[in-house]
């Protein structure tokens, strides 16, 4: 996806379906779920967690953090009440979303 931000229009497709077709910068504006990162060192223990505590939110790993895809919106301030119910000493900060961000959100979400 790093490429992709370098063309002037592009089509995000699954099984032949166009899910998206503008811009980069087109397909990020019109993104309107807030995206949350979350740093930690242990990131596969979180990750499985978050998605049996919160199996409604796109939930992604990557490398050292954990990205949530808030919809329907709970916030960082319930985001963090959770992770801190779940013994987690660790705080989701709220993050611009990139294109794979979209991307796997529209492709789980069936949009």
């Not at 796109?58 to 990205?67: E, H, K, M, R, V």
């Amino acid at each position: 996806m790093d490429e992709a931000v370098k063309c002037s229009r592009i089509a995000l497709m699954r099984n032949g379906r166009i899910l998206a077709n503008d811009s980069p910068a087109g397909i990020l504006e019109n993104f309107q779920c807030p995206v949350y990162s979350i740093k930690t060192e242990n990131p596969h223990v979180l990750y499985h967690a978050l998605k049996e505590e919160m199996p409604e939110k796109n939930i992604q790993l990557f490398a050292d953090s954990i990205i949530v895809t808030d919809h329907p919106g709970w916030g960082a301030e319930k985001i963090n009440a959770l992770l801190k119910k779940m013994q987690f000493e660790l705080q989701a900060e709220k993050t611009d979303p990139v294109l794979e961000n979209v991307f796997l959100d529209l492709m789980n979400n069936g949009e």
